[in-house]
Structure formats: structure tokens, C-alpha cells
Nanobody, 122 residues
Framework: QVQLVESGGGLVQAGGSLRLSCAAS????????MAWFRQAPGKERDFVAT????????DYTDSVNGLFTISRDNAKNTVYLQMNSLKPEDAAVYYC???????????????WGQGTQVTVSS
């Protein structure tokens, strides 16, 4: 089992950057695929990015490809999401998730953090 705690959200102007972090408990962090999802008010939880267990493989939703970067540090039990050129439509609660295989659906991930709010002003 793993517990996830996100941090790094906040208010940023359009065009700005934020880096989200997700700290995981437990010794098995390196065995999980990690992902970031986001959920805006009244909308479904959407896939943002995922990173493989070793960090060697990543996948992004089209709208953030080239703007966001997911990475992980297995020595620190932490996964990151660097978000650049933020737009108002990127505003949402961002969730960190851990799973056993690479996927884009929320249902495929077993463990979730509590979320961190990202607000982008225009």
C-alpha cells in the first residue's frame, strides 16, 4: 500500500509555471506506475501524464504535450509535474495516482492523493 500527498499548487498568471510534487510513503514506490490527473468543477477527472516505474517512459495527453513534464525520483519517493505556459483551461484540482500498469483511465489506478488546487488567472 502507498499513501500519496500532493503539494505545489497555487495561483499563477496565464503563461506562468508551477511544479507539483507528490510524495509517496512506503518502500515500494519504485514498483508503481505514477500518473497525474486533473478535475475541473463539474467535469470528469482527466488524464494528464504518466511515468513508468523507472522513469524511462512517459505519456501525455495531447493538450499538455510539450508544455508539461512528468518525472520521478525513486530515491526520494516523489513524482513531479512541471507545468509551463499555463492557460486558464489548465485550472483544476490535480491528483497524483499510483497503479500497476500504464494507463489513462482513472479506474486503472489504485492509490490516490487528496489533490492540489491549481488556479490560472487570465
Amino acid at each position: 500500500q502507498v499513501q500519496l500527498v500532493e503539494s505545489g499548487g497555487g495561483l499563477v498568471q496565464a503563461g506562468g509555471s508551477l511544479r507539483l510534487s507528490c510524495a509517496a510513503s512506503g518502500r515500494t514506490f519504485r514498483t508503481y506506475v505514477m500518473a497525474w490527473f486533473r478535475q475541473a468543477p463539474g467535469k470528469e477527472r482527466d488524464f494528464v501524464a504518466t511515468v513508468s516505474e523507472s522513469g524511462g517512459s512517459t505519456d501525455y495527453t495531447d493538450s499538455v504535450n510539450g508544455l508539461f513534464t512528468i518525472s520521478r525520483d525513486n530515491a526520494k519517493n516523489t513524482v513531479y509535474l512541471q507545468m509551463n505556459s499555463l492557460k486558464p483551461e489548465d485550472a483544476a484540482v490535480y491528483y497524483c495516482a499510483a497503479g500497476y500498469y500504464t494507463a489513462r483511465r482513472p479506474v486503472d489506478y489504485t492509490y490516490w492523493g487528496q489533490g492540489t488546487q491549481v488556479t490560472v488567472s487570465s
